[in-house]
């Protein structure tokens, strides 16, 4: 997957450039914590999967299940850390937009 282009940026922009610039930052922000989460069920996956254990019939651990579960909600905690600031700013610039 390629990532997108942002046009060159010079100091003399327009409010709607600008906005336009913090908007698309924004959505390449949720771009990257979806690919996040997605590595994170994949995570899930994997350890589920029997095929990627050494020993296929060795049923798995309570505890290794309990360190995975525990790995992935810290994850999932910060992206929704992250997916609250992203909505701070876009409640910032519709707050904006109201007033210009």
Known sequence: MSFPTIPNINPNISVEEAVSL???CMAFEELGL???INAEAEKIQFVLDPLH???KNEP???KDLIEINSSVERTIKAVINQQMLILFK???ILRFLAKY
């Open 53 to 55: 254990r050494q020993d």
């Open 90 to 92: 876009l409640e910032e």
């Open 34 to 36: 979806a690919h996040i």
């Open 22 to 24: 913090i908007l698309s």
């Open 60 to 62: 798995l651990k309570i």
